[in-house]
């Protein structure tokens, strides 16, 4: 069970005048067009279709909302890196984009989505450098990581890491497949304390047995000793 949920499309916005009045936190998701940022959100919101996912780089044209509970939103922003895009449709989401991300005061933070193939391109450099200067927390999912191996998972890591170390605690990261639900409760923890909704110790139960190869035991309690053990197993009879 996802800590999302329960969420649902709330809006398209094309202008800021429709932005939604009653956001209380709502975090950003922002990528290079095919990095997979449709997809990480319906993973992370338990949902197959709910981000429309596009193999057509810029097809998400305008900020959509989807509601996670009373005030709380994700919100899907235009991929980048859309040079098949028109000039004119790049305008109208730089006019649209640029305010969004400086001047929404209920933005907790941003996601930014990089393919853990070919991360730190010069567009995502570029959001970082701009996004870091409002001072709010970024959040690097570095996605596909299935199809990487263990090694390169651990290499890529170490090189995001460390490009982007004089961000400091403003800037974290992991890796993240949509494919095999790698790092969904990682993101989600994330994500929970930036929009201040808090798993219940069930959805938490719930939520660990759902990770594969992941396995709740309980907890031992008055755990007896080796002798003890032994004197309680029943003597068995040899013929």
Known sequence: MSLFNNA?????VANLSDLPGDSVSEVAFAGRSNAGKS???NTLVNHTRLAFVSKTPGRTQHLNYFR??????FVDLPGYGFAKAPAEIRDQW???LAPYLVHRSPLAGLV???DSRHPLTELDMQMIDWFAQTGKPIHVLLSKS???TRHEQAQVMREVKGALEALGDRCSVQLFSSLKRLGVEEAEGVLGRWL???ASAADRQTLAKSIPGKVARPRKRNAMGWSARVAAKPKQTHK
């Open 196 to 198: 201040g909704i808090v």
């Open 39 to 41: 997809s990480a959100i």
């Open 112 to 114: 930014l989505i990089m």
């Open 146 to 148: 299935d199809k990487l």
């Open 8 to 12: 649902a499309f709330q809006i398209t």
């Open 68 to 73: 996670l509970c009373d005030g709380k939103y």
């Open 94 to 96: 730089e006019n649209l």
